[in-house]
T-cell receptor
Framework: ETGVTQTPRHLVMGMTNKKSLKCEQH?????MYWYKQSAKKPLELMFV???????ENNSVPSRFSPECPNSSHLFLHLHTLQPEDSALYLC??????????FGQGTRLTVV | KQEVTQIPAALSVPEGENLVLNCSFT??????LQWFRQDPGKGLTSLLL?????REQTSGRLNASLDKSSGRSTLYIAASQPGDSATYLC?????????????FGPGTSLSVIP
């Protein structure tokens, strides 16, 4: 248990669907992150939020839309995804230059 | 531009062996280096964090070293067990930057054979 919880753990969605991934942290950290992990590739940073403000968007397509309503919750809204978006999506929480804590991830399959 | 590599990409050892995983980075101006473990289809578990001013960190059977000048870190696993089978990733955080500049290596996939 890392203190970072992601739901759902698995998600299968069609290309025309709209779904959301949820991340919740109980660590009191001010920074939260979304990462994408595709097969055989290094982790890719997608979005960063510091104190609920988005500080980085790493050239992510607009079909991925993050939302951070408070310092404990982070969402990733998905719409009109492509099959190549199938991956493991990881959420992390941390403070600047300290240890990061990751959730278990959501395994997303786009059909 | 910081680049992180890990060697080997995959490693298979019999149970009980001591082993070393390697991580190299091209820019020595790092703030810290972190080793993670990832089980198949799951999230990352932090193993050890080494600040730039430190040379090594130990936790149980794990020992991580850092040599900033040569751009290298090693993760030493003593008396390996089948439960150690996982992918091990190293990640570096740049000096003076926030965590969002962390760069991950591609990982080493470890199999410990009973």
């Amino acid at each position: 248990e890392t203190g970072v919880t992601q739901t759902p753990r698995h998600l299968v969605m069609g290309m025309t669907n709209k779904k959301s991934l949820k991340c919740e942290q109980h660590l009191g950290h001010n920074a939260m992150y979304w990462y994408k992990q595709s097969a055989k590739k290094p982790l890719e940073l997608m979005f960063v939020y510091n104190f609920k403000e988005q500080t980085e968007n790493n050239s992510v397509p607009s079909r991925f839309s993050p939302e951070c309503p408070n310092s404990s919750h982070l969402f990733l809204h998905l719409h009109t995804l492509q099959p190549e978006d199938s991956a493991l999506y990881l959420c992390a929480a941390g403070r600047e230059n300290t240890e990061a804590f990751f959730g278990q991830g959501t395994r997303l399959t786009v059909v | 531009k910081q680049e992180v590599t890990q060697i080997p990409a995959a490693l298979s050892v019999p149970e009980g062996e001591n082993l070393v995983l390697n991580c190299s980075f091209t820019d020595s101006a790092i703030y810290n280096l972190q080793w993670f473990r990832q089980d198949p289809g799951k999230g990352l578990t932090s193993l050890l964090l080494i600040q730039s001013s430190q040379r090594e960190q130990t936790s149980g059977r794990l020992n991580a070293s850092l040599d900033k000048s040569s751009g290298r870190s090693t993760l030493y696993i003593a008396a390996s067990q089948p439960g150690d089978s996982a992918t091990y990733l190293c990640a570096v955080s740049g000096w003076g930057t926030s965590y969002d500049k962390v760069i991950f290596g591609p990982g080493t996939s470890l199999s410990v054979i009973p």
